[in-house]
């Protein structure tokens, strides 16, 4: 889990004061709705419809907590269609969209910057998505990123409908959190170039042609279907953004506006600790059992070549299940206990 240095953290009533940072959305702005609604408004800057077939509505956003925006859909029927590039699109979910009340322009000599933590949905007919669009026209727009139900996240950079860089590359542990960031600077030829950055590696660079002195709004949403293969999934599907930042490099002038700053440090992927009821392992000494989750242990002890697990039941290091297969001498001590990590009772047997 990624945590913020506090001198990083700009008091959210000092936002509106530019800084030698001039943070223009801190990370606190998905405190709660109260904040958020300072800052943020419902639904895309045109309104509730898009390209697929989510309805955005205000009850399908929330603020669990941890400076977290929680995006939710879920299926519905009976809604009368979308209209789209003159066409019905069928509505089938409500989910959410918000904008940024400012506007963001990369001005000559300056850039932008956007950075945030993702919990992200992969699945079909799913699509999620962290981007900018043109106030005035088509394009510009920077997906910053998006996911369309292929397992992969998207970052594209629009010169015309047809003269496209999208860059595709495997999306790393979904279902956890993954650091995206994009660094957005005038080329000084009136383009804007962007690194995008993914848990703190560059991924790739793009130029939009023009961009430079463009106003964008900035759109977090999650549509459904459309780009993302139907049908989309039956159950709620959630997409969350944390701990979003958004600076303005505009009033720094720079000798190579192309270098970006040092990026930032990769995060720990985010995991929960699993609490689950504790386990009591019967007495095995034999045969081999294999560990039925695929659980990262916390990396502060030691495994013994036999596998033996010590008297107290202190979970092994660095393991991943079920990978372990216990040799037939492993003694496993009665009651012993995996203080964080539990499995559930009946998947725990003796392999045959
Ligand atoms: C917030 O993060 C803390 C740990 O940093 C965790 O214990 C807590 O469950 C999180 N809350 C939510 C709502 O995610
Ligand atoms: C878009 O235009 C910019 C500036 O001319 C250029 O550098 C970039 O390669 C173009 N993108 C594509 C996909 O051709
Ligand atoms: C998980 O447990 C470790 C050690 O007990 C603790 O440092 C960490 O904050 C916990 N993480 C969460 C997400 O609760
Ligand atoms: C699990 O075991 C630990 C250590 O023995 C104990 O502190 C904890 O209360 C137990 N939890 C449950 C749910 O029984
Ligand atoms: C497990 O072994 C302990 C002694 O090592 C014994 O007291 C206990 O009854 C055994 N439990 C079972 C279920 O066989
Ligand atoms: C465990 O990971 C393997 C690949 O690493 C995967 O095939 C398997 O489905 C996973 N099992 C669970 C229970 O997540
Ligand atoms: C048990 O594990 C050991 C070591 O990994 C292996 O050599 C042996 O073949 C396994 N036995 C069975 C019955 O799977």
Do not use: C
């Not at 394009?139 to 409908?161: C, L, M, Q, Y």
């Not at 804007?192 to 900035?218: C, D, I, L, R, S």
């Not at 720079?254 to 609490?275: A, E, G, H, K, R």
């Amino acid at each position: 889990m990624r945590v913020h240095a506090p001198s990083l953290i700009v008091p959210f009533f000092l936002s509106a004061t530019a800084t030698s940072q001039n943070i223009l959305v801190p990370p606190e702005t998905f405190t709660d709705s109260t904040i958020f609604d300072t800052m943020f408004k419902q639904l895309y800057p045109w309104g509730p419809d898009h390209n697929g077939a989510a309805r955005m509505n205000p009850s399908q956003v929330s603020f669990p907590g941890n400076n977290t925006l929680k995006i939710t859909a879920k299926r519905v029927t009976g809604e009368k269609p979308a209209r789209f590039e003159n066409k019905d699109l069928p509505i089938n979910y409500l989910s959410g969209a918000v904008h940024a009340k400012q506007q963001f322009t990369v001005e000559k000599g300056g850039g932008l910057e956007f950075e945030a933590e993702f919990n992200a949905p992969v699945a079909k007919g799913t699509w999620p998505a962290f981007w900018l669009t043109a106030v005035k026209g088509w394009p510009p727009e920077v997906d910053i990123a998006e996911w369309k139900g292929s397992g992969k996240i998207s970052f594209n950079t629009f010169n015309t409908s047809k003269d496209v860089d999208a860059k595709d590359v495997q999306y790393p542990n979904p279902g956890g959190w993954n650091s995206i960031s994009a660094r957005l600077r005038d080329d000084g030829k009136g383009n804007v170039a962007t690194k995008y950055f993914m848990n703190g590696k560059e991924v790739t660079t793009q130029t939009g042609k023009g961009y430079t002195g463009k106003p964008f709004w900035f759109i977090i949403n999650m549509q459904m279907e459309g780009s993302s293969g139907a049908p989309g999934p039956n159950k709620d599907v959630t997409y969350q953004i944390r701990n979003l930042k958004i600076t303005s490099m505009n009033e720094q002038t720079s000798n190579d506006p192309l270098t970006p700053p040092p990026p930032l440090p990769p995060i720990v992927p985010f995991t929960p600790n699993i609490t689950l009821p504790n386990i009591t392992f019967p007495n095995i000494t034999s045969p081999n059992i294999t560990l039925p989750l695929n659980v990262t242990l916390p990396p502060d002890g030691t495994l013994p070549p036999d596998g033996t697990l010590p008297p107290d039941g202190t979970p092994p290091p660095n393991v991943k299940f079920p990978d372990v297969t216990l040799p037939p001498d492993a003694a496993l001590p009665p009651n012993a206990k995996f203080p964080d990590v539990t499995f559930p009772p009946t998947d725990v047997s003796p392999e045959e």
